[in-house]
């Protein structure tokens, strides 16, 4: 065996097996200290906790509103019905071709036509929603077609 040839010795220790005794160096307290909550069973201590201390959440000023009255729509631009080959559009069908999710049963949320991407928008075609907006429709009623407000 020659000095550049030492290998470090495979030396492994089991886990610390807490509480088991003077002699394993971590009996009585098994590593816990002397008293208070942190030594009892279950004394975990919230790491937002301040010691009783006003916590930082509430030392801070609420900002923003939400605006309850909103309407969330579910929007279609006119760049991705360029793709497909049907002449006429409604809700149903836009559900169907996955442009847009369908509505959870507790909501009916309204269906709005955008003109992001319709730089190469060159088709008639007929579309029934429930809103445009001002540039998809006159993109739409350009190239001879229909915008049906439903």
Known sequence: ?????????????????????????????AGKGHKGQKSRSGGNIPAW?????MPLQRRLPKRGFTNIFIKQFRFVNLGDLHEF??????????????????????EIAPVKVLANGSVTFDRKIIIK????????????????????VI
């Open 1 to 29: 065996m020659k000095l550049h040839n030492l290998e470090r010795p495979d030396i492994t220790s089991g886990k610390k097996r807490l509480g088991k005794g003077h002699g394993s160096g971590f009996g009585k307290t």
């Open 49 to 53: 906790f301040e010691g009783g201390q």
């Open 85 to 106: 080959e049907a002449k006429e559009f409604d809700i149903k069908s836009l559900e169907e071709l996955n442009l847009i999710r369908k509505p959870k049963a507790s």
């Open 129 to 148: 929603a429930n809103a445009f907006s001002k540039i998809a429709k006159e993109l739409i009623e350009k190239q001879g077609g229909m915008a049906e």
